[in-house]
């Protein structure tokens, strides 16, 4: 949104209105060397809306966004409560329409809460997470007015409790029609007059209270429970239809002032009535322009943003009112439904009225008039100390999340979906698919959608083994130096969790395997395992490095492995890229990563190889776990399937683009495959430093395509030279004992065959031709 990073300042002095006894919950107190009784920030709010009101014009125009904590009186005296919160907030001095101001605000609420919202939603069992509740302060106030209660808070605020209590729909409401079609079940007519008789004697028997405690009058209470009586409690789930039924309510108390229709004040009241209703649904109209329309309102979900969580409806709640009154005329909240409602459960019974709501984690609105409180009056945020400042008050949106209450969510959610799952769910023979080790991920206490911030685990080939403890030690430290963040001891924080999982060797490690090892990785995400040998890094100075998969279980047949240099150990990790899938990784919250070469750039993943070995009566494939009664030879059967593996699957991996070993091209021709094949065949045999004697023999092998032939071996030879390959001065190359690879296409038989040429040509061997060689057909 374009927000920028600004702070509010730490410190403002205490108001007066402020009350100075002890009641806990309240902002947090502290006297400076003057004496001077100053308050800490109990919001995010608060301490900028001075700033911006003591800012004059240069606050007048800001878009801005903060991250910090926040502090209250301790229940028990002492050092504050903190909690974390965000706040974004946007100030204009424009007021020509500020309903695209708070519109927006409303579409950094939705993105925000895509954070928690469900990955992966049934179409039977659409389960939305949250839904908004609003109101207009103005609307309201006039309502009050109009209904003649007196001017004085604590009847006030009993009046709008009664409001919001009766009036606004809950999620309960809201069920029934997010349900899928086949699974709705209507309600019988004599259970909905049953409930509105129910309404009836509550709003009678709450108006009574009023009465008896706050000295309401009787013509008030009058118009309150015609109001209420005319088919306002609740409101429609839809939010049109609630204002217009609350438009029908306000009609019905017109008719009772028809005799003091003529009074300006009443007449005022009205107005402002319906100026508030129109707004309000001129900022409904504007958010489903914005992708922001209601799941009860049927419309389709895929239609909607990804990057946007669609609230499930909107409440209109015309007794809401924050506490601490910073935000007036538009204020909204944004509440959790709790997941327990969607789930097939037996606890969902015992789920008690605490949030009968939902849980808040964010809200917002307008801060116009705290604002003007602040404003100082006279000269200010000026340098022209003889003139008077009038400066006008901005428009001031903004909205804060509680960012403790949003990560709590999302365990609790995790929690209850693992125990919805079926308790013989077989995790093994769905190791391949990332919904087991979803579940495993959850099991573990991980279920953020971030990866953790370790990047590599340090093993050995027994895995975190005492006796290699020292040699990984010493690889971690040159991680640790360039700036890569490694794990090496069982006794670590990222380890201590599973260790208490195993029995007996808890203190060395032994117990787990270096497979147990990749497989925990691809669990908690970590992309990396470096295996310290320590013959090989005694001797070479070389570590085997591993990439796992964030989102599947390691098969161990064949690891993606390549052995790295201890000093270029870091950088190899550090040039890695994670490879986003748009279409699916945004889904999931996943995300891979390959190993690259110095030289950067993107890459895709590994191709996976299937690996056939061909015995003298036998052959075996790497998809299959081999053993002892398989063959006697197994080892070596084993060792060359994964050491064919990797070399084959490199060399896959280089046909995507050049790197510092290989080179790649691509060639088409308007030749049919046999003839291109016999072509590639005879250019690696022959050619060494350029495709020539090749040509000759080619041309006379096939007079009708002499042209064409000519053509390539001009193609191929400066290909060759322009990567360094076949020097034309005759000195020794760099790139001897290396490779161009050349994917030829037949354009007629649309089929590709591969061409592999180097500096020294490992097929020009004696090759026998038989009599019938030079037949060719």
Known sequence: HGAVHLKSPLLRPRPNSLSRGTDAGGPAEMMNSRGNIVILPEDLTGSFARAVARGGTATSNVKRYDIGRVYHKSLTGGSPRETLEASFDITSEHHSDPLNIEAESLHVLASAMSIISPQQVSQSDAAPLWYLRLTNTRLSDALLDLFAVPNKEPVRRECLNLLSKHMSPTYADALPHMQHEHTRRPRSDSNIIDDKELVQRKIADGLRAIVSSQKLPSSAKHRLEVFLRSGCCPLPIHFNEALTALSAGIGKIRALDSETLGDPRRLKRYDDIHRSIADLRALHKLMAKMGLDCLVDGNNREKSRQSLSRPAFICLDLGLRQRRKHFSQFYFQALLIPPILFMKSKSKNNFTSEFSKGLRVAEGGRYDDLVRKYRPPGNFASALTTFYTNAPIPICVGVRFYILKMVESIYEESHLALQSLPAEADLNRSSSDAMAVEILRKSLGHPLLYSTSVQALVASANGLDASSASDRLVVASHLWADGISAEWSPQSGVMSRLLKMRGKDEETGSEWSLEDLCGFCSIMKVPYVVIVQPHLLRDKGHVRLRHIMCDSVPSGNSPTETFVPLDSLATTISTARPLE?????????????????????????????????????????????????????????????????????????????????????????????????????????????????????????????????????????????????????????????????????????????????????????????????????
């Open 581 to 777: 899938d748009q279409n699916n990784e945004q889904a999931d919250g996943s995300q891979s990563l390959t190993l690259e070469g110095t030289q950067g750039g993107s890459r895709g993943p590994r191709p996976k190889v299937e690996c056939i070995y061909i015995d003298h009566d036998q052959f075996f494939s790497n998809e299959k776990q081999l053993s002892k009664s398989d063959t006697t030879n197994w080892k070596a059967v084993m060792k060359g399937l994964k050491s064919v593996s990797q070399r084959s699957e490199a060399y896959l991996d280089s046909l995507t683009g050049p790197t510092r070993d290989h080179g790649a091209a691509i060639i088409a021709l308007n030749l049919s495959f046999w003839i291109l094949r016999d072509v590639g065949t005879t250019i690696m045999r022959q050619s060494q430093s350029s495709t020539g004697s090749a040509l000759a023999e080619l041309t006379e092998r096939y007079p009708k395509h002499k042209k064409v032939l000519k053509t390539l071996s001009m193609a191929i030879d400066s290909t060759m030279k322009a990567n360094g390959f076949w020097s034309r001065n005759g000195e020794d190359s760099e790139k001897k004992g290396q490779f161009m690879n050349f994917l030829v296409h037949s354009k007629c038989g649309d089929r590709f065959d591969l061409i592999s040429l180097g500096e020294d040509s490992l097929l020009n061997e004696p090759v026998k031709i038989g009599k019938h060689s030079k037949k060719y057909h």
